[in-house]
């Protein structure tokens, strides 16, 4: 009875703050994405990893519409394809995104195999890329895994670190030829504000020792704002420049490795959509920093919001991002 009263009583006033902000939020996402980014990426190339969901799509969709050819870089073809043809018939009729932008102006999209968890297959996709395409402006490193129970790479790293990280690391740093040779260029890294749990704990790297999901994934996505911070002062002069952002709390699939019980659900249902964005309003960030003119030359910053925003002094010690940097290039086979 009373617990009756409670769920209808949350249900209310989760209701009612839903709508508020939905129509808060909502409409500065529109006005962003309205016509002022219309034409801004023609001529671009963009590669975003894990573009088939979540904000990766939603990052591709904005992009595309801003006339950009992009590449969702995937790690199954058939899931890929299919969100592919969606984005392509969503930018096709009218009602999406306001107004239906002129066919002349919305660009190309191009999906491609890419398994981060497999060092082969980010080698096999980066000489495909090296081969196929004369340029790169923009690589979003998007893909990631979230508090997954315990596995491993086909390459043996625990998968959210060899994933979220390593996986990245060795992609970026085979593309870095293409996008120095495209400059001006620019890197996205998408990372989360939960890094502030995380620790790079050098001498267990794998979690061997013990497997904490959460603390592994906080960990990764340190080493994300550790790794732009590193890579930012590697790429000094090049023209070619990599901030990092945390997108929020966003409603995608995420959390598929998060258990809730049947009974729970509606509930964790009605909060999500009260409170949590849609993958359109969390891409906010990576499609500013991966098309705004505002960000031009701007390097190793990090971002919430389209706005800069203050690191955790672990997450700025040059020392831990350089010995992760020399640690991950072994990992990968980069240096041997
Ligand atoms: N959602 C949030 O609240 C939130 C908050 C903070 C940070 N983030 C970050 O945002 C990024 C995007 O996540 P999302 O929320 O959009 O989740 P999502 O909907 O689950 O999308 C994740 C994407 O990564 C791909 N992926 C996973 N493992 C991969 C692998 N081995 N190789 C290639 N691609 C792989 C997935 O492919 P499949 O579809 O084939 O599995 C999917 O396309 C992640 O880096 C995440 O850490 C999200
Ligand atoms: C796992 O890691 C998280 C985040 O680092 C920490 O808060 C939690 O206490 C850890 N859990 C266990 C069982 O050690
Ligand atoms: C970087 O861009 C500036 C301004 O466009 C240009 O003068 C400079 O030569 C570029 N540097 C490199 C290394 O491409």
């Given at each position: ?12 006033v989760?209701g ?38 979540g904000?990766?799509r ?13 590449i969702?870089g ?12 969606q984005?392509?018939r ?11 932008p002129?066919?002349?102006?919305v ?6 195999e ?25 690589l979003i490193?998007?893909?990631?895994v979230?508090q ?5 790479t086909?390459?043996g ?7 979220n ?23 996205v890294?998408?990372?989360?504000k939960?890094y ?6 050098f001498?267990d ?27 930012a002062?590697?790429l000094?002069?090049t ?14 699939n ?48 990090y ?30 086979g980069?240096?041997?």
């Amino acid at each position: 009875m009373a617990l009756a009263t409670v769920a209808a009583l949350m249900a209310a006033v989760g209701g009612a703050l839903w709508l508020a902000t939905r129509r808060f939020v909502g409409s500065s996402a529109r006005q962003l994405h309205g016509d002022l980014g219309s034409g801004l990426m023609q001529g671009k190339t963009v590669l975003i990893t894990g573009a088939n969901s979540g904000l990766g799509r939603a990052t591709a969709a904005a992009l595309l519409r801003m006339g950009a050819r992009v590449i969702m870089g995937c790690r199954d073809r058939a899931r890929a394809e299919e969100a592919a043809g969606q984005l392509r018939r969503e930018l096709s009729s009218p009602g999406f995104m306001g107004s239906s932008p002129d066919p002349g102006s919305v660009g190309e999209l191009v999906v491609k195999e890419l398994d981060l968890a497999s060092l082969r297959s980010v080698h096999a996709f980066c000489q495909e890329m090296l081969q196929e395409e004369p340029r790169l402006d923009v690589l979003i490193n998007n893909a990631g895994v979230f508090q997954c129970p315990y596995m491993k790479t086909e390459d043996g790293f625990e998968m959210q670190f060899g994933v979220n990280h390593l996986g990245h690391f060795l992609l970026t740093n085979l593309l870095l030829g293409l996008l120095k040779s495209s400059a001006p260029s620019r890197i996205v890294v998408v990372s989360s504000k939960l890094y502030k749990y995380g620790d790079i704990n050098f001498e267990d790297l794998n979690s061997e020792q013990s497997y904490n999901k959460s603390f592994c994934y906080s960990r990764s996505k340190l080493a994300n704002i550790l790794f732009t911070r590193e890579l930012a002062r590697r790429l000094e002069g090049t023209n070619v420049t990599v901030n990092v952002l945390h997108p929020g709390i966003v409603r995608t699939n995420l959390g598929r490795h998060i258990h809730i019980p049947l009974l729970v659900k509606p509930l964790f249902n009605l909060v999500s959509w009260a409170f949590f964005k849609s993958p359109m309003e969390g891409a906010q960030t990576s499609i500013y920093l991966a098309s705004s003119p505002e960000v031009e030359g701007v390097s190793g910053k990090y971002f919430g919001d389209c706005k800069e925003e203050e690191l955790l002094p672990k997450a700025m010690d040059e020392s831990v991002a350089r010995k992760l940097w020399d640690i991950s290039e072994v990992m990968v086979g980069l240096l041997k």
